[in-house]
């Protein structure tokens, strides 16, 4: 029998088979969840995904590479995996020459929502659509947590 594992805080169900997502991205999404509107470490956007990796002794490089290297055009992408963007312009608006985010759900159309904070002028956790399809200039990386 295959149990499932269900976020549901501000959006849609995720369900997920509970053998499939790591426990470490279990544990991001609930930490994000926790600190939804409000201001992580000093509200810089890389604060949000350093201070969950560092309570759970995850490995990362303590700069700008949160894990393991996924390729998104041929692996599956999970809520808590950690984006970086890398002088990132879109179609949409978006300008992010370094910025940090975590995948915090995976829409059908393939954009995501992504849990951010110092951005749009806010050092708050907030909730935002991102679809990599509109990205015009730079390019995204996208890590798996490991402990």
């Known amino acids: 029998m295959k149990f499932l594992f269900i976020i549901s805080i501000m959006f849609p ?4 088979g509970q053998d499939s997502l790591p426990l470490l991205n ?5 930490y994000v969840e926790l600190n939804k509107g409000k201001k992580v470490g000093r509200g810089e956007c890389w604060d949000l995904a350093a201070q969950i990796l560092n309570q759970e002794n995850a490995k ?22 950690i984006i970086q963007y890398k002088g990132v312009k879109t179609s949409t608006g978006i300008k992010a ?16 929502i992504v849990a951010e904070q110092n951005a749009y002028g806010k050092r708050k956790v907030m909730f935002n ?14 890590y798996r947590p490991v402990q």
């Open 13 to 16: 169900l995720i369900c997920i």
């Open 26 to 30: 279990q544990k991001i999404v609930h």
């Open 60 to 81: 990362w490089d303590h700069q700008f590479v949160f894990g393991t290297k996924i390729n998104p055009d041929n692996s599956s992408l999970f809520p808590g995996d």
């Open 97 to 112: 020459p370094q910025h940090t985010a975590i995948l915090y759900k995976i829409n059908d159309d393939g954009s995501f």
């Open 129 to 142: 659509k991102f679809d990599r399809k509109t990205i015009i200039k730079g390019q995204i990386f996208i």
